[in-house]
């Protein structure tokens, strides 16, 4: 039952096959297991690779069993077509295209599967990457913001420093008018004199300036403060408005982008183990010799083939002989008398008939 369901796989001809030996049977039974194996591994690399691209299980499952099947077609196909001949170099050259399509495949099985083995080496590389985008996506968010910030703190420093002028210049007046009073500048006369006076008013105003100066400076500072925590705001919710999709960036393209920074030699050598089993069923057609089956199955085509030339040169042979007796048959013909006669006789009544039919349509027109 085992060997049957192999044999089917390898797609050999059943017929034949039934009337070879037990070994040319296990031949093909094996060849068969070979090709039934790699659908399994096609459909386990396509069932987690789109599960990466779904999330879903249910649909990479249906969708994996679908490209086994795939799979598995085009290796039975692969191997079912290649023949043996008695030259090596012809069936080299009829397997190369199918060694292509076997690499073609054998890339596609293991991809997917490499990502499964290193799946824990890839997230440690692609959480670096997350940690790199985040950090860039911070900073290009950052630098739209940053000019308003900027232009909002030079107007504070800006403010702050027009009062801190204010109150050095109400320090210094202070400064004058006290040395006025003492006697040590100024007139040097002890008392408040009209100069003390004029210094103090001088003070006085420049001290009433210097207060309303703090207030519009306090109210110009609370607004500047106040749009740049707006700023702030803006900044964080698009940083986190933009922080799922960075996190959300581990898909089937990422995580292959993601393997090229690992080591390539284990992924060479799974990469060739895939290979190997791929193209095993195709090496072991090459390299084993014509079996029973072979000369069996080259018999079977040749007679086809010998029949189908026997039945065009017997249609050949038909026609030509048939356009021979038709010739002769209508040259017969064409020579007889009565036929000759016959005929003349009918052709004068038909113008006879196609004359009067004339004239009567004419007298009819003419009134």
Request: charged letters at 25%.
């Amino acid at each position: 039952m085992i060997q049957s369901f192999f044999i089917l796989c390898s797609g050999a001809d059943r017929d034949v096959l039934d009337t070879c030996s037990s070994g040319e049977k296990n031949k093909y039974a094996g060849i068969g297991a070979t090709v039934f194996f790699t659908a399994i591994l096609a459909t386990i690399a396509a069932t987690y690779a789109l599960f990466t691209i779904f999330d879903n299980v249910y649909r990479a499952i249906l969708f994996g069993l679908l490209w086994g099947l795939v799979i598995f077609n085009l290796d039975r196909f692969i191997v079912s077509t290649l023949k043996k001949r008695d030259q090596w170099w012809k069936e080299f050259a009829m397997a190369i295209p199918r060694l292509i399509l076997a690499v073609i495949i054998a890339v596609v099985i293991s991809k997917p599967l490499e990502l499964k083995i290193f799946e824990k080496e890839i997230d440690r590389v692609m959480l670096s990457q997350k940690n790199e985008f985040t950090v860039q996506n911070q900073g290009e968010i950052l630098a739209q913001y940053t000019p308003k910030i900027e232009e909002l703190d030079a107007q504070i420093n800006s403010i702050k420093a027009e009062i801190q002028s204010k109150e050095t210049e109400v320090n210094n007046l202070y400064e004058i008018y006290i040395a006025e009073a003492e006697g040590t500048a100024g007139t040097e006369l002890e008392g408040k004199g009209p100069v003390y006076q004029e210094k103090r008013d001088k003070h006085d105003a420049a001290l009433a300036e210097l207060t309303t100066l703090k207030e519009a400076g306090a109210q110009k500072i609370a607004l500047a403060e106040t749009e740049k925590e707006a700023l702030r705001d803006n900044f964080n919710t698009a940083v986190s408005t933009s922080q799922p999709i960075i996190n959300n960036f581990d898909g089937l393209m990422a995580r292959i982008d993601a393997m090229k920074e690992l080591p390539w030699l284990p992924s060479l050598f799974i990469f060739l183990l895939f290979l190997a089993i791929e193209t095993a069923p195709i090496f072991s057609k090459l390299i084993s010799p014509m079996g029973e089956y072979d000369i069996k199955l080259a018999d079977h085509e040749m007679t086809i083939k010998e029949w189908s030339a026997q039945k065009a040169a017997h249609r050949k042979v038909l026609i030509q002989t048939e356009h021979i007796l038709n010739d002769r048959v209508y040259t017969d013909i064409s020579q007889d008398e009565e036929l000759y006669n016959y005929k003349k006789k009918m052709s004068k009544e038909i113008m006879k008939r196609q004359q009067d039919a004339f004239y009567r349509r004419q007298t009819k027109i003419l009134g």
